[in-house]
């Protein structure tokens, strides 16, 4: 049960809260109701993540430590919203005792911005980064296993600078101040984030990181948002969304969908029938290839890299994205689409970080353990195989059609099965009928032929022929 890894249990009140600037009522949700839902899904599901937000009265706050008591969650994430960016007091004295005493014991991670730790630590002013720095340690020693105070508010700073502590290390995270009025939202969304980050696999420094690199980003994309008369606008969560239909006739994020016909090229091959790569590359198009992948093991980096660019080209001419084998350098230098890397190739979480998060990476995974690794490494899809013998790869462990589906099943991300696959057993490949198998990546059935066009065709027509039969 993947899809709901994290619970929200600010769901404990409802609040009538306009952007304008002010909150004008609050109605708490009685707590034994409280204990109910959190029972409910607590014990329905393995939850990974819980993240609190508001927690109106002490009563809640004590039923939400013995529910997770009772039912303990790999992470706990602690908003302590208790004053609002615009100042209301959204939670009394009374409910600083609860948090002390039992939710700091048993949290993860606690996000106080600079008016909330000062109350949690009994009024202590924060104007400096020093004080900030003080403040984690003296809020750390009450139990958390790590700490971040926020210092949006902190006067006279040019950065946002936030300091996190994990009991040995401190780290100061700056992003730059975003001038706006639409701030409404940015803690709860940063604790949300955090919590989701972790919930995807990532520990905790990384997930801060992301979250407050969120922020920022979302911050800046929405600062001349104007929606309502207030002072104070909310901030723009769906600014991935937005940027991707406003670019959408260059194609931004990855489709599953073109892994459908995923043709890979090879120097040996085409050296062996005198095929130029851009022939090879347009042949493969031009019989309907929806991908291609570069994969040059004897090139020399400067004509892999002559050969990429040339190829770029002729793909983007077509809309077809051409992703790079092995060498994020040649990647990187020609603007290619992306990469595939293997297991032993650079780790797809080093390629994400030097490609940005716009550029497919594709990952080898001959089992569920790697398939979710790939995952939480942010790929975009993975490659599974051999699915049966092979002469292109040496030394390849084949997993056949049990392995491939058993990866399947187990991979969040789209799969595109690889090794030996050609006419004679594309179907039976495509007919496992799980729905994340998205199609085929074939070498030597495309490119170890004399007419790479008539292969491509031919395959083309029968995943188009499989395709059609599992829908009907
Ligand atoms: C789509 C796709 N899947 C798997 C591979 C194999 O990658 P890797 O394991 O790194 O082996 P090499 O191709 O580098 O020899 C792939 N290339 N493409
Ligand atoms: C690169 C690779 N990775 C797993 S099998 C394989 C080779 C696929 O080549 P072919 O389609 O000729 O079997
Ligand atoms: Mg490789």
């Known amino acids: 049960m993947w899809c709901l890894p994290i619970y929200d249990s600010s769901q404990a009140c409802t609040c009538v809260c306009e952007f304008c600037c002010n909150c004008q009522g609050v109605s708490v949700v009685p707590e034994d109701f409280v204990a109910e839902q959190l029972k409910s899904v607590l014990s329905d599901m393995q939850v990974d993540v819980v993240k609190t937000g508001m927690l109106p009265s002490i009563g809640i706050v004590k039923v939400l430590s013995q529910g997770l008591r009772e039912f303990p969650v790999r992470a706990l994430v602690v908003d302590p919203v208790m004053v609002s960016t615009s100042g209301d007091v959204l939670a009394g004295p009374s409910i600083l005792a609860g948090f002390r005493e039992q939710l700091l014991p048993i949290a993860d991670i606690v996000t106080p911005n600079l008016k909330e730790a000062s109350a949690l630590l009994g009024g202590q002013q924060l104007e400096t980064v020093a004080d900030m720095r003080s403040a984690a340690k003296l809020l750390h020693d009450m139990g958390p296993q790590n700490v971040l105070v926020k210092g949006g508010d902190l006067p006279d700073s040019l950065d946002a600078v936030d300091i996190f502590f994990d009991g040995k290390d401190f ?8 001038k706006t009025c639409n701030t409404h939202g940015t803690g709860c969304s940063l604790a949300s984030c955090i919590a989701a980050e972790l919930a995807k696999g990532s520990s905790m420094l990384p997930a801060v990181k992301v979250a407050k690199h969120y922020i920022e980003t979302a911050l800046d994309y929405s600062k001349d948002i104007a929606i309502g008369n207030g002072p104070q606008g909310p901030f723009d969560h769906l600014l991935r969304l937005k940027s991707y239909v406003q670019n959408s006739c ?3 994020g990855f489709n599953p969908s073109d892994l459908f016909l995923y043709a890979v090229t090879d120097s040996r091959m085409n050296k062996k029938w005198g095929h130029s790569i851009t022939d090879a590359v347009k042949a493969a198009i031009d019989g309907g290839a929806t991908i291609i992948q570069l994969r040059e093991k004897d090139a020399e980096t400067q004509d892999f890299l002559e050969a990429a660019k040339a190829c770029l080209k002729i793909c983007h001419s077509h809309g077809v994205p051409l992703l790079i084998n092995d060498r994020i350098d040649v990647a990187l230098a ?8 293997g297991q032993s190739d650079m780790p797809a979480r ?11 990476i594709g990952v080898s995974c001959k089992t569920p353990e790697q398939a979710h690794q790939a ?10 195989g051999g699915v049966y013998p092979t002469n292109t790869k040496e030394n390849n462990l084949t997993v056949g059609l049990d392995g491939l ?8 991300l789209p799969v595109v099965a690889i090794g030996g696959i050609g006419a004679s057993n594309a179907s039976s490949v495509m007919e496992i009928g799980v729905p994340n198998l998205k199609g085929v990546a074939v070498v030597s059935a495309l490119f170890d032929r004399e007419c790479i066009l008539t292969e491509t065709r031919k395959l083309h027509a029968i995943l188009t022929e499989s395709m059609s039969m599992q829908r009907t």
């Open 250 to 252: 260059r194609q931004v």
């Open 375 to 384: 995952w939480i490494d942010g790929a975009d899809y993975i490659g599974c």
């Open 171 to 178: 780290h100061e995270l700056r992003s730059l101040r975003i």
């Open 405 to 412: 589906k058993t990866v399947c099943v187990a991979s969040k």
């Open 334 to 341: 020609c603007d290619a689409d992306g990469v595939h890397v």
């Open 350 to 360: 080093v390629a994400r970080t030097l490609l940005g998060p716009d550029k497919v």
